[in-house]
Structure formats: structure tokens, C-alpha cells
């Protein structure tokens, strides 16, 4: 009999998971030490080392009990944080076939409106009507920054590949990959972000199903080494911490992914950004134009109660 085929996802949510499970308990990231938070005995962690390797899911009596434990010593609020991500759309959105297309249009109906008006016809009340976005679409998308819009867009990029690769190249490759920096700059992706990247790659960007001229016109940056990919990420995450550090952000993955955009579309400013976060002083503030801009910028994107003066 042949092996049941794993869930992609798997191989980034249960550690993931587990990561978040060991900060918040205070405990080693280690089988030994998850097989006695959960069950009180650390001879039998084998499938707590499966878990963390990432190869398979979590079963739901294991992930009441941790939840138990985790709610008898800290504040419900990081609890519902842990079920967020825990349940999020995020990880079926990756592990979706959108061949099977009455399935991807039940997901697609589980978004919020917002998001599902870019995918669904509007004069369809019943949502039988699927479209794809066209290219002014993409960048409202883009920019609401959460786990939510990234796993629409993680969807989008399985659809256009298959339909329309050349506006997936153009429209959504950028979108997806800028919510990707957005997505490893809030915790715990980024301790991730090898993982996500490696899955994107292999499960989205199916470069064997390309054509070679297409490819050699419109090659795919998810082609890019997973190593590369995460040195990049760190690099933006030293700027968007030291952003939060100073408070010209808050600690949203919304604000991170704008931040960050500004960045990579102003490259040429990213060296006096940095020198002018470095010396950042509140008591003279004349000393940071580029970071009056960067303010400035960002606060179209904010309510007039939350802007930032610099």
C-alpha cells in the first residue's frame, strides 16, 4: 500500500506551532521537553520529534491539551494568538489544488468580503461566478499586510500560474513576495522564513510545468535560492525593528509590510535610512529627513488618529 501523501503545509505549521508553544511555556525547543509539558513524562517524545522534523500534523487531543496547560499560566490574549495562527486560513490556502475547482471556490468564500469581491463576480449573488482579479486589483490586496491577504494571494499564485503566467510574473509574483517580507517580519514567522520560502518554491512556483521560452522572459524570483531568500528577510527585519524601536511603526505585520515596501521601492535611500535609525535622537529631530519622509509617507496609509509626527 502506498504512503498517504503528507500535507505540504505540515512541514512549517508544527514546528511553527510548537515554537510558539515553548516561548509562551518557557520551555527548551525540544522533543524531550514538549513530551513532558504536555503529558508529564519525557521517555516517550518520538512523536513530539516527528512533529518538530515536520513530518506529520498534530492531532487535536495533543493540541487541547498544550492549549490546557498553556491557559493555566498565561494571559488569554496570548492563547488566542497561538489558536489564531493555529487555525488560520494560511495553511489551507497552501495546501489547496486549485484543479479541484469547486474546492478553491468554497475557500475563496470563507475570506472576508473584501477580499472575495477581487475573485467572485459582483452581479452573482450566489458566488458561482469566479473571475480573476485584474491588475488594479492586486496592489489593495497586497497592502492590507496579514496572514489572511497573504494566504488570498498564496491562492491567486497557484491560479494565475496555471491560467495566466505572465500577469502572475508582472501582477501577483511581486505582491506575493513583498507579503512574504510583511509575513517573517512579525514573530514567530520570521524564525520561518527559510521554511516558507522553500515551500513557495516548491509547491507554487512548479517550474517543470513552464514553458522554457516563457521562463526564460519572465523567470520567476521564487526561483531564488531559500538561503538568499532568508538572508533578505533578516535584512529587513534589523530596519523594521529598529522602526519599531524608534516609533515610526507599530508592531503590526500591516505596518512592517509597508514599511518595507517604501524601502524596496526607494532603494537608493535605504543607506541614509539606516544611518539616520541608528542615530535617531527624539530631542533633535532635524537630523532625520529621510525618516520625515518615510513618516510622512506611511501616514496616508493610517487613520488621522493614528498618524505619527516625527
Not at 30 to 44: D, L, T
Not at 67 to 78: D, G, H, T, V, W
Amino acid at each position: 500500500m502506498a504512503a498517504r501523501k503528507k500535507r505540504p503545509c505540515v512541514i512549517i505549521r508544527s514546528p511553527l506551532i510548537l515554537k510558539m508553544v515553548c516561548d509562551l511555556a518557557g520551555i527548551d525547543y525540544s522533543a524531550p521537553a514538549i513530551a513532558h509539558y504536555v503529558h508529564g513524562i519525557r521517555e516517550n517524545s518520538s512523536p513530539f520529534k516527528r512533529l518538530l522534523n515536520g513530518n506529520h500534523d498534530m492531532s487535536n487531543m495533543t493540541r487541547d491539551c498544550i492549549l490546557e496547560n498553556l491557559s493555566k499560566n498565561i494571559p488569554p490574549a496570548q492563547v488566542k494568538q497561538l489558536k489564531m495562527i493555529w487555525c488560520s486560513i494560511l495553511w489551507d490556502a497552501l495546501d489547496i489544488d486549485v484543479n479541484d475547482t469547486d474546492k478553491t471556490a468554497q475557500l475563496y468564500k470563507r475570506f472576508p468580503l473584501n477580499l472575495q469581491k477581487h475573485v467572485f463576480d459582483i452581479h452573482d449573488v450566489s458566488g458561482a461566478q469566479r473571475r480573476l482579479p485584474r491588475s488594479n486589483e492586486i496592489p489593495p490586496i497586497e497592502r492590507q499586510y496579514s496572514i489572511v491577504s497573504f494566504a488570498f494571494l498564496v491562492i491567486l499564485s497557484k491560479e494565475f500560474i496555471d491560467q495566466a503566467y505572465i500577469r502572475y510574473f508582472e501582477d501577483i509574483e511581486p505582491a506575493l513576495i513583498q507579503s512574504y517580507y510583511a509575513l517573517c517580519s512579525v514573530y514567530p514567522f520570521h524564525l520561518f522564513s527559510y521554511g516558507i520560502w522553500k515551500y513557495l518554491g516548491k509547491h507554487i512556483y512548479r517550474k517543470e510545468e513552464l514553458a522554457p521560452e516563457v521562463l526564460a522572459l519572465f523567470p520567476s524570483k521564487l526561483a531564488l535560492s531559500p538561503d538568499v531568500a532568508a538572508l533578505l528577510s533578516v535584512s529587513f527585519n534589523i530596519m523594521v525593528n529598529r522602526a519599531r524601536e524608534i516609533g515610526i511603526i507599530n508592531s503590526t505585520m500591516k505596518e512592517s509590510g509597508l514599511f518595507i515596501d517604501f524601502i524596496r521601492r526607494n532603494t537608493e535611500k535605504i543607506h541614509q535610512i539606516e544611518i539616520e535609525m541608528t542615530l535617531f535622537d527624539r530631542s533633535n529631530r532635524g537630523n532625520s529627513p529621510e525618516l520625515k519622509i518615510v513618516t510622512e509617507h506611511l501616514n496616508k496609509f493610517r487613520t488621522p488618529s493614528h498618524r505619527i509626527t516625527l
